[in-house]
């Protein structure tokens, strides 16, 4: 019965990075170039913490609705989360999912963010959505996976502009 001695083995790898995934209304006023504007601040103090907190994810916003998924040490995640969900630039923030996840899937950014533009609305129909986004109706699964292919567009559209330069 030696077999009955040898510790049980956990299968793979820890599972470390907290991974949240939210949306909210998006009460941020003005026109596009008024939200830009505020959206660049929101982004650029987004990122200055989230390098300290160790944070990446990814924020997908229009006029009407913000979605963001936060990935990281799970007590930060929950620290920045409040935080967020605390703001006046958004209302009824609520979470859509929260899971443990083995790998980061925003890894090379503190927080990148897409504005639904014309330029990125082929991104959104190859995902099946034409009209405006109803984030109540959405799967954690749909959001991650229309973020990683705004983050690929962003990505392939900085580097033509850098071959363009
Ligand atoms: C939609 C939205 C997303 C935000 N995302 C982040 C974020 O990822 N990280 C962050 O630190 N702040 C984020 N903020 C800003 C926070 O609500 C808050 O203003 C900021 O963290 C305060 O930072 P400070 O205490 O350094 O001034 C977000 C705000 C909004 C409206």
Do not use: C
């Not at 793979?12 to 003005?30: E, F, K």
């Not at 006029?63 to 409040?82: C, N, P, S, W």
């Amino acid at each position: 019965m030696l077999h009955m001695l040898i510790p049980v083995q956990r299968q793979g790898p820890a599972l470390m990075i907290h991974q949240l995934v939210y949306y909210s209304r998006n009460t941020v006023p003005g026109g596009d170039r008024a939200m830009l504007t505020n959206m660049r601040e929101i982004l650029s103090v987004s990122q200055r913490n989230n390098s300290r907190d160790g944070i990446t994810g990814f924020l997908i916003f229009d006029k009407t609705h913000f979605v963001q998924i936060l990935e990281g040490d799970r007590a930060k995640v929950t620290e920045t989360y409040t935080r967020i969900a605390r703001d006046s630039r958004h209302s009824a923030a609520a979470i859509i999912n929260v899971r443990d996840v083995e790998a980061r899937l925003f890894p090379n950014w503190t927080m990148g963010g897409a504005m639904r533009t014309p330029e990125v609305q082929e991104v959104y129909l190859q995902h099946g959505f034409g009209g405006p986004l109803e984030p109540s109706r959405l799967k954690s699964e749909q959001i991650i996976r229309l973020a990683l292919d705004l983050q690929a567009f962003e990505v392939s559209r900085r580097q033509g502009q850098r071959l363009a330069s």
